[in-house]
């Protein structure tokens, strides 16, 4: 996902899908990142639940922007040939899926006694039973949330703007994401929540594009915002 204080620009696509967008038949949800601006200024924002509620919600989410290289600094007639834009954020949640009705775990004495005595002696036969067939309703206890599911999360999105022309930009960009959390399983929510695998996963996309506008001719020949651009991504 990308930071919502990156975002310039959200548009849906039902119809009339253009080319850039691949074959797509359902519909497509483009978002626009902001570019870089002509003066330096940022934002950061910080959200947490931690206090005030059991699911332990905590963000925080920045963006920053500014030139890099001005033309004519100091005068009227200043523009911005390079410049930058970064955003970012880093998102910890200890439930991220909260239910109305409560979770049942075994309680943590019982559930140590079934590590250090997995098997017993079968009290009705020759052989061994396994332990948790003796749980009873005292070994476990409601929860509100799911134990060690704690997830981790951060996505980051830059962009570097090069004003070529009054009518060529050129823009190398990127987005960088992460996800680390425990995969939760209802096999192993009661006995075996300590031991959830552990799910982590890295993504990265970048991209290079060029962007030529052409200047409105002074007859009316009713064209008008006429620009190609040329894309290369990875």
Do not use: C
Request: aromatic share 12%.
């Amino acid at each position: 996902s990308v930071p919502q204080r990156s975002i310039q620009s959200i548009n849906t696509i039902t119809s009339g899908i253009p080319a850039k967008h691949g074959d797509a038949t359902g519909g497509v949800i483009s978002i626009t990142t902001k570019g870089a601006s002509p003066t330096y200024n940022g934002s950061i924002e910080l959200l947490s639940s931690q206090f005030l509620d059991g699911y332990g919600f905590n963000e925080v989410e920045g963006n920053v922007s500014g030139p890099i290289y001005k033309k004519f600094k100091g005068t009227d007639s200043s523009t911005t040939k390079i410049g930058f834009q970064f955003g970012g954020a880093i998102t910890y949640q200890d439930e991220n899926r909260p239910t109305v009705e409560d979770y049942q775990v075994v309680k943590d004495d019982a559930l140590e006694e079934l590590r250090e005595r997995p098997l017993v002696r079968d009290p009705t036969a020759e052989g061994f039973r396994r332990n948790a067939s003796f749980i009873t309703d005292d070994d476990i206890k409601n929860v509100s949330n799911r134990p060690n599911v704690d997830r981790f999360n951060t996505n980051m999105t830059g962009k570097l703007t090069y004003n070529v022309s009054e009518q060529i930009d050129l823009i190398a960009g990127g987005q960088f994401g992460y996800v680390d959390r425990p995969d939760f399983n209802r096999t192993d929510a009661m006995f075996n929540y300590n031991n959830y695998p552990q799910f982590e996963e890295t993504s990265w996309r970048t991209y290079l594009r060029l962007t030529q506008s052409f200047a409105n001719s002074e007859d009316q020949s009713g064209i008008s915002n006429v620009f190609y651009s040329i894309q290369l991504a990875y």
